[in-house]
Nanobody, 124 residues
Framework: QIQLVESGGGLVQPGGSLRLSCAAS????????ISWFRQAPGKEREGVSC????????YYAPSVQGRFTISRDNAKNTVYLQMNSLKPEDTAVYYC?????????????????WGQGTQVTVSS
């Protein structure tokens, strides 16, 4: 049964912005580090970002550093990915996920539990 649910994807022009949301059912997301991944058709899955549960840790892939911001609202049990200055190469299905740990790993994240994904398309 799906417990992590992504939303907020859509079609935007290059240079535009989107905010993705990751919500949970029967989970309290503030207990866990939450990561965002993306996968374009025919391409390898890429770890995009991670936010720790309480230690303030953050991870951003070099390809999104300076353009994307990950945050969380514990009262709303939601994790966000604000995506600015979007590029066509950002086009992918975006997934939120967790490995059930409290801290982000030192490098790109891995995960055990996944949402269903939300499509982001950046095109003119």
């Amino acid at each position: 049964q799906i417990q992590l649910v992504e939303s907020g994807g859509g079609l935007v022009q290059p240079g535009g912005s989107l905010r993705l949301s990751c919500a949970a059912s029967e989970l309290t997301l503030n207990y866990y580090a939450i990561s965002w991944f993306r996968q374009a058709p025919g391409k390898e899955r890429e770890g995009v970002s991670c936010i720790g549960s309480s230690d303030g840790s953050r991870y951003y892939a070099p390809s999104v550093q300076g353009r994307f911001t990950i945050s969380r609202d514990n009262a709303k049990n939601t994790v966000y990915l604000q995506m600015n200055s979007l590029k066509p190469e950002d086009t992918a299905v975006y997934y939120c996920a967790t490995d059930w740990g409290q801290r982000c790993p030192p490098g790109p994240p891995q995960a055990d539990a996944w949402g269903q994904g939300t499509q982001v398309t950046v095109s003119s």
